[in-house]
């Protein structure tokens, strides 16, 4: 029943062996050992299990296994500086308290991280439009949207 | 106060990086050698006895280890009042009731053959409204209470209720009255970790357990108990805590999940982890309980407060939980929430077969600071006196003893009111309503903020063992769930102590390695750690200091022969050191011991770590280890009677709401809120923020969109899907946080609790902001658009309400 796939996992290779219904999130927290990405709700409507699959933030727990298969995905554990240091998105949110029980915080942190790839100077609108599908229940989002433009000041070198 | 090193910083988090990055480790991602996975079967009736359960074909699935009921395990009593089984044997009560469990390989042969199980029931006649099970012929949850006599009501065993003056003779006197009946839906908590342990015994018949808890130490005590039951007298369980998910009450009871995982896990023989998933969390995780409120209020011709006149009906479902005594805390703002001379407060509590409820933020204070704030907003225009304006004529103050007897110390309650209507233009947005469908309004609060003695010991301790490299590991009862206690106990430590912020590292808790705490809920949490921090550090500072004494003079010797082989020509200034070195002389600042009035030079200074080197590697050394127990002054309240001063302080708070009604469609919305909080003392300001932005957007949750919802006895929106709590869209607004300052007197640093006030007077608020902007008065929780626009109805009729 089971197939194997290759992709790039948080910039190395990898092969695995998937059964045709598994999620990517099982997976990666599996036989992958990334723990990071947390499962929140398996509906895709909490965002804790996103990663990035080419460079797209996606719900893993909707993502079939199978479909990864030639893919460069990017989970929390593959989000660091060249020097395995928290990236800039990551100080971000760590010192500008976006993080609370951080549960939801590696999902945010890719949502964020997908939407100043594109944007170094987003709006407060584009900030939320970006991170709707994050749920936190601790910190009312207002410091996570200050993290959110601190990590994009950061980024264009103004902090 | 001034002159702080660390406390009152913004500081980054200890456990930010960690989190940020992925790095830490909540009960879903822990695992034990050997680890199997339980998962449980539950209840398809609210009310059934169970005739016959068949696990015959879970058994024969391949990869089940164990299969367990209430039939083949030992009876573990479970709950508040021991009214609950771990496992069903006579009947189910709701939907949610276990009735067996297994434990396999993995979660999805577990669930496999969970499914498998043929349980064979006789439905009963049932009861999901608590007027109606309180009425005669009512069908009875529990025949028998957990002792085994007779019951004959659905009413639940614990009164609550307090009686100050003559409300009879107040309500005949009063100028002014107002009355109304307000409700509350049930709430789920929606921590984002879901609720989990894992299970393990060695072969002693020791139990460690990792659980997801805010009472380690009354767990450990629970979970003992069930030993005994399992014929494991004398065993002892250990409870360690993971990374939490949230809390926010959920953690405040023992769940039949653990119990299950321990039966599981003693069946077995191996290791049991039962993680519940999202749908699981919403049907079978106990929510917070609704509740009906009746109120009425009076006041004189000058608008000053003559009686509150509070009656409460909760609906507890099928058993009884620590949430049941919700009613304790509701004393708070009955009796003491503005100055009222005449107070009568009934609570009663119904079993149905709903499910059951537990613990959640604010603890009942939210439920009843609806009626009473929402009720407030119609008496003060009964009297036609201005709503801020009759509140700050009842404002609280310090040095005031109210009817429950809460000695009321520091009380920044009038300036959060004044600064919430600044923050509002009160006087000019105020009654303008209904032309532009715009209004303000506003509430308060007042909860404990210096611990809450619910159980015999409010009690909190602390070690602190000091290492050979100048560490301060830091054991603590405390739980971090998310909400900074590390952090605020960080800058504690760091400021009390003098050592630098990054020598300071918190151990886990764990009830194996911690002293005791009672459990961190009302808002308790950094107020208990950091006072126990603080005794800590000064009998730490008094043994380093009594070290110094002794080893200092030698230490410094040495620094200076060093100097010398450097600088031959260095000249020390003139300083006896052996002279000045006494205990009262010294200080230790950022890791370094000096003496005071020593001359500014480096080697006259010792790195704490060097310190404790000279102490440990001498014959007959000793080693730093230091530990206090921090039990506030406060007392165990006579909830019979209503009365006794639960709390050492009193956090207060004000929130003020803008709000837009949409006539056409009913939908509320947020332009602004005003959130002004008397927190004592401000321990470090993005924590401080996180607590009351997050408290207030779950404020916002409760008002507008959250509602746990049911049909007989069934949970019909398990999932975010239908379960709308806010997301960053419904968080849009602008909120002007007022922080007040009041410098408690018992504070740590003068610091109040600040974890609850956040949700507490959001929804009157904005209530109250409705009825100024269309006229209409909302009772029922959440304020729908459905709701808002029946209101409209009601009051314009079925016409276009202008």
Same mark, same amino acid.
């Given at each position: 029943?089971?197939?194997?796939?290759?992709?790039?996992?948080?910039?190395?290779?990898?092969?695995?062996?998937?059964?045709?219904?598994?999620?990517?999130?099982?997976?990666?927290?599996?036989?992958?050992?990334?723990?990071?990405?947390?499962?929140?709700?398996?509906?895709?409507?909490?965002?804790?299990?996103?990663?990035?699959?080419?460079?797209?933030?996606?719900?893993?727990?909707?993502?079939?296994?199978?479909?990864?298969?030639?893919?460069?995905?990017?989970?929390?554990?593959?989000?660091?500086?060249?020097?395995?240091?928290?990236?800039?998105?990551?100080?971000?949110?760590?010192?500008?308290?976006?993080?609370?029980?951080?549960?939801?915080?590696?999902?945010?942190?890719?949502?964020?991280?997908?939407?100043?790839?594109?944007?170094?100077?987003?709006?407060?609108?584009?900030?939320?439009?970006?991170?709707?599908?994050?749920?936190?229940?601790?910190?009312?989002?207002?410091?996570?949207?200050?993290?959110?433009?601190?990590?994009?000041?950061?980024?264009?070198?103004?902090? | 106060?001034?002159?702080?090193?660390?406390?009152?910083?913004?500081?980054?988090?200890?456990?930010?990086?960690?989190?940020?990055?992925?790095?830490?480790?909540?009960?879903?991602?822990?695992?034990?050698?050997?680890?199997?996975?339980?998962?449980?079967?539950?209840?398809?009736?609210?009310?059934?006895?169970?005739?016959?359960?068949?696990?015959?074909?879970?058994?024969?699935?391949?990869?089940?280890?164990?299969?367990?009921?209430?039939?083949?395990?030992?009876?573990?009593?479970?709950?508040?009042?021991?009214?609950?089984?771990?496992?069903?044997?006579?009947?189910?009560?709701?939907?949610?009731?276990?009735?067996?469990?297994?434990?396999?390989?993995?979660?999805?042969?577990?669930?496999?053959?969970?499914?498998?199980?043929?349980?064979?029931?006789? %439905?009963?006649?049932?009861?999901?409204?608590?007027?109606?099970?309180?009425?005669?012929?009512?069908?009875?949850?529990?025949?028998?209470?957990?002792?085994?006599?007779?019951?004959?009501?659905?009413?639940?065993?614990?009164? #609550?209720?307090?009686?100050?003056?003559?409300?009879?003779?107040?309500?005949?006197?009063?100028?002014?009255?107002?009355?109304?009946?307000?409700?509350?839906?049930?709430?789920?908590?929606?921590?984002?970790?879901?609720?989990?342990?894992?299970?393990?015994?060695?072969?002693?018949?020791?139990?460690?357990?990792?659980?997801?808890?805010?009472?380690?130490?009354?767990?450990?005590?629970?979970?003992?108990?069930? @030993?005994?039951?399992?014929?494991?007298?004398?065993?002892?369980?250990?409870?360690?805590?993971?990374?939490?998910?949230?809390?926010?009450?959920?953690?405040?009871?023992?769940?039949?999940?653990?119990?299950?995982?321990?039966?599981?896990?003693?069946?077995?023989?191996?290791?049991?982890?039962?993680?519940?998933?999202?749908?699981?969390?919403?049907?079978?995780?106990?929510?917070?309980?609704?509740?009906?409120?009746?109120?009425?209020?009076? #006041?004189?011709?000058?608008?000053?407060? @003559?009686?509150?006149?509070?009656?409460?009906?909760?609906?507890?479902?099928?058993?009884?939980?620590?949430?049941?005594?919700?009613?304790?805390?509701? @004393?708070?703002?009955?009796?003491?929430?503005?100055?009222?001379?005449?107070?009568?407060?009934?609570?009663?509590?119904?079993?149905?077969?709903?499910?059951?409820?537990?613990?959640?933020?604010?603890?009942?204070?939210?439920?009843?600071?609806?009626?009473?704030?929402?009720?407030?907003?119609?008496?003060?225009?009964?009297?036609?006196?201005?709503?801020?304006?009759?509140?700050?004529?009842?404002?609280?103050?310090?040095?005031? *003893?109210?009817?429950?007897?809460?000695?009321?110390?520091?009380?920044?309650?009038?300036?959060?009111?004044?600064?919430?209507?600044?923050?509002?233009?009160?006087?000019?947005?105020?009654?303008?309503?209904?032309?532009?469908?715009?209004?303000?309004?506003?509430?308060?609060?007042?909860?404990?903020?210096?611990?809450?003695?619910?159980?015999?010991?409010?009690?909190?301790?602390?070690?602190?063992?000091?290492?050979?490299?100048?560490?301060?590991?830091?054991?603590?009862?405390?739980?971090?769930?998310?909400?900074?206690?590390?952090?605020?106990?960080?800058?504690?430590?760091?400021?009390?102590?003098?050592?630098?912020? *990054?020598?300071?590292?918190?151990?886990?808790?764990?009830?194996?390695?911690?002293?005791?705490?009672?459990?961190?809920?009302?808002?308790?949490?950094?107020?208990?750690?950091?006072?126990?921090?603080?005794?800590?550090?000064?009998?730490?500072?008094?043994?380093?200091?009594?070290?110094?004494?002794?080893?200092?003079?030698?230490?410094?010797?040495?620094?200076?022969?060093?100097?010398?082989?450097?600088?031959?020509?260095?000249?020390? &200034?003139?300083?006896?050191?052996?002279?000045?070195?006494?205990?009262?002389?010294?200080?230790?600042?950022?890791?370094?011991?000096?003496?005071?009035?020593?001359?500014?030079?480096?080697?006259?200074?010792?790195?704490?770590?060097?310190?404790?080197?000279?102490?440990?590697?001498?014959?007959?050394?000793?080693?730093?280890?230091?530990? *206090?127990?921090?039990?506030?002054?406060?007392? @165990? &309240?006579?909830?019979?009677?209503?009365?006794?001063?639960?709390?050492?302080?009193?956090?207060?708070?004000?929130?003020?709401?803008?709000?837009?009604?949409?006539?056409?469609?009913?939908?509320?919305?947020?332009?602004?809120?005003?959130?002004?909080?008397?927190?004592?003392?401000?321990?470090? %300001?993005?924590?401080?923020?996180?607590?009351?932005?997050?408290?207030?957007?779950?404020?916002?949750?409760?008002?507008?969109?959250?509602?746990?919802?049911?049909?007989?006895?069934?949970?019909?929106?398990?999932?975010?899907?239908?379960?709308?709590?806010?997301?960053?869209?419904?968080? *849009?607004?602008?909120?002007?946080?007022?922080?007040?300052?009041?410098?408690?007197?018992?504070?740590?640093?003068?610091?109040?609790?600040?974890?609850?006030?956040?949700?507490?007077?959001?929804?009157?608020?904005?209530?109250?902001?409705?009825?100024?902007?269309?006229?209409?008065?909302?009772?029922?929780?959440?304020?729908?658009?459905?709701?808002?626009?029946?209101?409209?109805?009601?009051?314009?009729?079925?016409?276009?309400?202008?």
């Amino acid at each position: 029943m089971s197939e194997e796939i290759s992709f790039e996992l948080n910039g190395r290779p990898v092969r695995v062996a998937v059964d045709p219904g598994q999620r990517l999130l099982d997976v990666l927290r599996g036989p992958l050992r990334l723990t990071g990405t947390k499962d929140g709700c398996s509906e895709g409507e909490c965002g804790a299990c996103t990663v990035t699959v080419d460079g797209r933030p996606i719900n893993s727990c909707l993502f079939p296994a199978p479909e990864a298969d030639g893919t460069r995905i990017t989970t929390i554990e593959g989000f660091l500086d060249e020097d395995n240091r928290p990236s800039a998105v990551q100080r971000a949110f760590a010192e500008t308290a976006g993080v609370q029980c951080g549960y939801c915080s590696p999902g945010m942190v890719l949502s964020a991280a997908a939407l100043l790839e594109a944007n170094r100077d987003p709006s407060d609108e584009e900030i939320r439009d970006a991170l709707v599908g994050n749920l936190c229940r601790c910190t009312g989002y207002v410091q996570i949207v200050d993290s959110v433009r601190a990590a994009a000041a950061a980024l264009r070198g103004e902090a | 106060m001034s002159g702080f090193r660390y406390i009152g910083k913004d500081t980054p988090r200890p456990d930010g990086g960690d989190k940020a990055t992925g790095k830490a480790h909540y009960i879903q991602d822990l695992e034990r050698p050997g680890m199997l996975f339980g998962k449980i079967k539950f209840s398809e009736h609210a009310h059934a006895r169970i005739r016959h359960i068949d696990t015959s074909r879970a058994e024969r699935l391949p990869g089940v280890r164990a299969v367990i009921t209430g039939f083949n395990t030992p009876q573990v009593r479970i709950g508040f009042l021991r009214d609950n089984l771990a496992l069903k044997r006579d009947k189910v009560r709701q939907f949610r009731d276990e009735i067996a469990a297994v434990a396999a390989l993995d979660p999805d042969i577990a669930q496999e053959a969970v499914d498998l199980i043929e349980v064979e029931y006789e %439905p009963l006649p049932a009861v999901f409204d608590p007027e109606e099970a309180l009425a005669d012929g009512a069908p009875l949850v529990h025949e028998f209470d957990a002792r085994g006599r007779p019951v004959e009501s659905n009413l639940v065993p614990l009164p #609550c209720q307090h009686r100050t003056g003559d409300v009879d003779a107040a309500i005949r006197q009063a100028r002014y009255s107002a009355e109304g009946e307000y409700s509350t839906p049930l709430i789920q908590q929606c921590c984002m970790g879901t609720a989990g342990c894992i299970a393990e015994f060695d072969t002693h018949d020791n139990l460690t357990i990792w659980a997801k808890t805010q009472i380690p130490f009354l767990a450990q005590r629970d979970y003992n108990g069930a @030993l005994a039951a399992m014929g494991l007298k004398g065993k002892n369980a250990r409870v360690i805590v993971p990374a939490l998910g949230g809390g926010f009450g959920t953690g405040l009871d023992t769940h039949a999940y653990e119990y299950i995982a321990i039966l599981l896990a003693h069946r077995a023989g191996q290791p049991v982890k039962i993680v519940y998933t999202r749908q699981e969390e919403f049907a079978y995780l106990s929510p917070r309980q609704s509740a009906r409120t009746r109120i009425r209020q009076g #006041c004189d011709e000058n608008g000053r407060l @003559l009686y509150r006149d509070v009656e409460v009906l909760q609906d507890n479902g099928a058993y009884v939980s620590w949430g049941a005594t919700y009613p304790t805390v509701m @004393l708070l703002p009955v009796t003491s929430l503005y100055t009222v001379p005449n107070v009568r407060f009934v609570a009663t509590i119904a079993y149905t077969n709903n499910t059951y409820c537990q613990a959640m933020r604010g603890y009942g204070n939210p439920e009843v600071t609806w009626a009473i704030e929402s009720n407030l907003d119609d008496l003060a225009r009964e009297a036609g006196i201005d709503a801020l304006e009759m509140r700050l004529r009842n404002c609280n103050e310090p040095g005031e *003893s109210t009817p429950m007897g809460l000695k009321v110390t520091t009380c920044g309650l009038r300036e959060c009111l004044e600064k919430t209507g600044a923050g509002l233009e009160w006087k000019q947005k105020r009654g303008q309503g209904s032309a532009k469908r715009r209004g303000v309004g506003l509430a308060s609060l007042i909860h404990t903020g210096g611990g809450g003695r619910i159980y015999r010991s409010d009690a909190s301790g602390m070690i602190l063992k000091l290492d050979d490299f100048g560490n301060v590991n830091v054991f603590h009862g405390g739980v971090e769930m998310g909400q900074g206690l590390h952090s605020s106990l960080t800058l504690a430590l760091a400021e009390s102590l003098g050592v630098t912020p *990054s020598k300071i590292h918190i151990n886990q808790t764990d009830t194996g390695t911690c002293p005791w705490d009672v459990g961190t809920h009302a808002s308790r949490g950094a107020f208990m750690a950091c006072k126990a921090a603080i005794l800590a550090a000064d009998k730490a500072r008094a043994e380093i200091f009594r070290l110094a004494e002794e080893l200092f003079p030698t230490l410094v010797a040495k620094n200076l022969a060093k100097l010398r082989k450097k600088r031959p020509d260095y000249e020390a &200034p003139a300083f006896d050191v052996q002279a000045e070195a006494k205990a009262e002389r010294f200080e230790l600042c950022d890791d370094l011991i000096f003496l005071k009035d020593a001359p500014d030079e480096p080697w006259l200074k010792v790195d704490l770590a060097q310190l404790i080197r000279a102490s440990h590697y001498r014959d007959q050394g000793k080693m730093l280890t230091v530990e *206090s127990f921090y039990d506030p002054p406060n007392e @165990l &309240p006579n909830f019979e009677t209503g009365v006794g001063n639960i709390s050492a302080t009193y956090a207060y708070g004000t929130q003020g709401a803008e709000v837009e009604v949409d006539i056409e469609t009913g939908e509320i919305k947020i332009l602004k809120m005003v959130a002004a909080h008397d927190v004592g003392k401000v321990l470090n %300001p993005q924590t401080l923020k996180g607590q009351l932005f997050g408290g207030l957007a779950q404020g916002i949750g409760y008002a507008l969109t959250e509602e746990l919802l049911t049909r007989d006895g069934r949970i019909l929106n398990p999932g975010f899907t239908d379960y709308k709590m806010p997301t960053v869209h419904e968080m *849009s607004f602008p909120i002007q946080l007022e922080i007040v300052e009041t410098d408690d007197q018992e504070g740590p640093f003068g610091a109040k609790g600040v974890g609850e006030p956040g949700l507490v007077p959001t929804a009157p608020a904005i209530a109250n902001a409705v009825y100024d902007a269309v006229g209409v008065r909302l009772h029922h929780l959440p304020m729908t658009p459905e709701k808002v626009l029946a209101a409209l109805q009601a009051k314009h009729g079925s016409a276009a309400a202008t």
